[in-house]
């Protein structure tokens, strides 16, 4: 791409730079108005919104954090990396009580990514069965009493980072 007018180079160059500072505030942005989010809001996400809103929670936690796609995901919707572990995410923004279904998507997912840990976060709560499955496939479950705890953390600038609950 080197021309032999050096200044076009520049100017090229510095757009480029401007745009992805651009991106870079974009995003902070949205992360920042995301993150502010209450359980009202929280309950009335799209199940795409509230990947990306624990994406941006779990950041603001302390972890480096990535959404898998949208498809083809092999039943993880989050890959968390802390303190050289892996975890896989399912995330499910519900109104009722989550399954059985939920925690086999993630134990599955956590051969295919050779993840460490495994986790389903829910709006909502887990089936007394999902409770048993998960206890059996060692599934980490944390259900919309943690869910709001992490958030009240968050709004309180306690970013609860190495902490265990559950």
Known sequence: MLTADPLLTIGIIVFIGVFLIFAFIVNTLRELELRKSGIVEVDKMSGRKFEEYLHALLKAKGYNVQLTPVSGDYGADLVITAKAKKIVV?????????????????????????????????????????????????????????????????NKGDRGIGRTTG
Do not use: H, P
């Open 90 to 154: 399912q995330a499910k923004r519900y109104k009722k009580n989550v399954g059985v279904k939920a925690i086999q998507e993630v134990a599955s997912a956590k051969c295919y990514y050779k993840a460490d840990e495994c986790w389903v976060i829910t709006n909502s709560f887990f089936t007394e069965q999902a409770k048993k499955l998960a206890n059996s496939n060692q599934v980490r479950l944390v259900d919309r009493k943690e869910l709001m705890d992490w958030m009240l953390q968050e």
